[in-house]
């Protein structure tokens, strides 16, 4: 199994940008594809962006497109999200995730470990 460690949460102003980092440990980091989500108050659980094992392929949640990247360092057994043009509305805590599926996804029922999130809020 893999263990996950958010950190990169904080609290900024709409417009400014921020990096979520994941970084992993346990069973080899480029065995998984990698997802990052998001959960607002009261809300569940929702996709954000995911990558696969290799990097070469990203999806994106409509809301973030062209605002957020996802990337991997399977070196460093670290994802990111760079977040870009922040809005209040993306304020919520962010989790990353790692799947064992073939297929790169975007359901949360097929990322089988979690880390314990971090916060991330917007100002107006």
């Known amino acids: 199994q893999v263990q996950l460690v958010e950190s990169g949460g904080g609290l900024v102003q709409a417009g400014d940008s921020l990096r979520l980092s994941c970084a992993a440990s346990?069973?080899?980091?480029?065995?998984?594809?990698m997802g990052w989500f998001r959960q607002f108050p009261g809300k569940e659980r929702e996709f954000v962006a995911a990558i696969t094992w290799s990097g070469r392929t990203t999806i994106y949640a409509d809301s973030v497109k062209g605002r957020f990247t996802i990337s991997r360092d399977n070196a460093k057994n670290t994802a990111y999200l760079q977040m870009n043009r922040l809005k209040p509305e993306d304020t919520a805590r962010y989790y990353c995730?790692?799947?064992?599926?073939?297929?790169?996804?975007?359901?949360?029922?097929?990322?089988?470990?979690w880390g314990q999130g971090t916060q991330v809020t917007v100002s107006s």
């Open positions: 346990g069973r080899t980091f480029s065995s998984y594809h």
């Open positions: 995730a790692a799947s064992e599926t073939y297929v790169l996804n975007r359901a949360l029922g097929e990322y089988r470990y």
